[in-house]
């Protein structure tokens, strides 16, 4: 009789502690949040050049999950007045880049591209957004940097890199 009170009462103890256990959790407040951080990727350095035929060469390199870049939207604004850092960026041309086209290798995070703006202009300011595969992850966007065409009255001027 002894041994089976003794055993409702372990099995009794063991139910109250594992009851306990599922109503405190882990002590960690509001839903639990995935770790998204091996699926995404970002902007490593990025740069643009102009050539005398009007085109411009953009090209970068990705840190992190680089495979997992669908594509990239390049977004330019023509500048023919004054130069104006703080002005907003207004884009005037959208162009999508997919990344199998622009991949200097298949296993590496280098990228290039060319690209021939639509509307003219002596310099132009401009900015990348890289989508992921996953559609849960949000776009990664560049800072906005500006590129001076040959023979532009800017290319004297410096402007900051990478929207520094």
């Known amino acids: 009789m002894k041994r089976s009170s003794a055993c409702w009462s372990a099995c009794l103890a063991l139910l109250v502690l594992c009851a306990a256990l599922a109503v405190a959790g882990c002590g960690r407040k509001g839903d639990p949040v995935p770790d998204f951080s091996r699926d995404e990727f970002a902007f490593a350095s990025l740069g643009a050049e102009a050539a005398a035929d ?3 060469t953009f090209q970068g390199t990705l840190s992190g999950a680089t495979q997992n870049m669908e594509y990239m939207v390049l977004e330019m604004q023509a500048v023919d ?3 104006c850092e703080g002005c907003p960026f207004l884009a005037q041309d959208v162009h999508r880049v997919d990344s199998r086209d622009a991949w200097e290798s ?3 995070s280098s990228f290039s591209f060319v690209y021939r703006p639509v509307f003219p202009g002596s310099a132009y300011r401009w900015r990348l957004t890289g989508y992921n595969l ?3 992850l949000p776009p990664v966007v560049s800072p906005m940097q500006t590129v001076f065409m040959a ?3 800017y290319e004297a001027v410096s ?5 520094e």
């Open 54 to 56: 009007g085109t411009i």
């Open 81 to 83: 007045g004054e130069l």
């Open 106 to 108: 298949e296993s590496g």
């Open 134 to 136: 996953y559609s849960g």
């Open 151 to 153: 023979g532009s009255p």
């Open 159 to 163: 402007m900051p890199e990478n929207g």
